[in-house]
């Protein structure tokens, strides 16, 4: 089982921008989907993005515009990066490796540990 491992969370103020990484041992993230998740206190899990083997990418409505994600085959890292932080983003954000490569499957292999994301002034 691939062990994923996320960082990047923190403390920010309204408006401003974080970039979680997701790292995992050798070239593995490489050839699968990967999926980003957030779980706010007191509420159900909830998709966000992901993206293919491939660097093809979607989005949920409410990250449009703000959430980028991307990979770096270099570096064997999927990034989430994300602008125009308000409260209401305030979560832990896992990211998830897909049973294979595309988005379309909604069967996860392995999951991160998570790092919590806090946007407070």
């Known amino acids: 089982q691939v062990q994923l491992v996320e960082s990047g969370g923190g403390l920010v103020q309204p408006g401003g921008s974080l970039r979680l990484s997701c790292a995992a041992s050798g070239a593995i993230l490489d050839y699968f989907a990967i999926a980003w998740f957030r779980q706010a206190s007191g509420k159900e899990r909830e998709g966000g993005s992901c993206i293919s083997a491939n660097d093809g990418t979607i989005y949920h409505d409410y990250v449009k515009g703000r959430f980028t994600t991307a990979r770096d085959q270099v570096k064997h890292t999927v990034y989430l990066q994300m602008n125009s932080l308000n409260p209401e983003d305030t979560a832990v954000y896992y990211c998830?490796?897909?049973?294979?490569?595309?988005?379309?499957?909604?069967?996860?292999?392995?999951w991160g540990q998570g790092t919590q994301v806090t946007v407070s002034s």
């Open positions: 998830a490796q897909v049973r294979g490569g595309d988005c379309d499957r909604s069967d996860f292999a392995s």
